[in-house]
């Protein structure tokens, strides 16, 4: 079946430092590719989406390309801020609407 | 965007009790579904709610423990019964009007059961 596999947290870095957090997924077919952000004591939002291979999703300084040849979709920032510290969870959905499937979540607390 | 209302944002039951959980978003929307988080893991999809029809539970769930209504294109509730400890959890209600468009989650119910 399909699933997300997310680098384990908690990953902690100082501000303006660079981030990565690694997604791979498996799946049949092309499935769209999600980030989600989890801010303390908020809901769940959408960071950024990409719908097929060599897609770049991007927003609010954050990037991930859809590898397909990698089944990946790694999160990057050139420089983290405090207020990044959340937890980000990859998703992905392979049926058009967005019936999620989630990976673990990575956990990120940037100091000052 | 929308606006989704889940009721009640937390509660604390009693073992073997059940509670219900409203979802309300203030336009129509084509799909809504039931996601639970357990404590310091990921969402899980429990359910798609189908308006006017059963609800479709993905594996692991069935509709005697998290039965699931939806009347109108507006509104689902979700029921969790006979609660235990492990169903302590956060349930989030997520909606959606099309294919490849952004789906929105609720603030979710945060449920303890003791």
């Known amino acids: 079946g399909n699933s997300v596999t997310q680098m384990e947290g908690p990953v902690t870095l100082s501000e303006e430092a660079f981030l990565t957090i690694n997604c791979t997924y498996t799946a049949t077919g092309y499935p769209s590719l999600f980030w989600y952000v989890q801010y303390p004591g908020e809901g769940l939002q959408l960071l950024l989406k990409?719908?097929?291979?060599?897609d770049k999703g991007s927003n609010k300084g954050f990037e991930a390309t859809y590898r397909k040849e990698t089944t990946s979709f790694h999160l990057e920032k050139g420089s983290v801020q405090v207020s990044d510290s959340a937890v980000y969870f990859c998703?992905?959905?392979?049926?058009?609407?967005?019936?999620?499937?989630f990976g673990a979540g990575t956990r990120l607390a940037v100091h000052p | 965007s929308a606006v989704i209302s889940q009721k009640p944002s937390r509660d604390i039951c009693q073992r073997g009790t059940s509670l219900t959980i409203q979802c309300q978003v203030d336009s129509q929307v084509t799909m809504m579904f039931w996601y639970r988080q357990q404590p310091g893991q990921s969402l899980t999809l429990i359910a798609t709610?189908?308006?006017?029809?059963?609800?479709?539970?993905e594996s692991g769930f069935v509709i005697d423990k998290f039965p699931i209504s939806r009347p109108n294109l507006t509104f689902s509730t979700l029921t969790v019964s006979n609660m235990s400890p492990e169903d302590s959890s956060i349930y989030l209600c997520?909606?959606?009007?099309?294919?490849?468009?952004?789906?929105?989650f609720g603030q979710g119910t945060r449920l303890t059961v003791v």
């Open positions: 709610a189908n308006q006017g029809s059963e609800a479709t539970y």
């Open positions: 997520s909606v959606d009007w099309a294919k490849d468009t952004e789906a929105f």
């Open positions: 998703a992905l959905s392979d049926s058009g609407y967005n019936k999620l499937i």
């Open positions: 990409a719908t097929k291979a060599d």
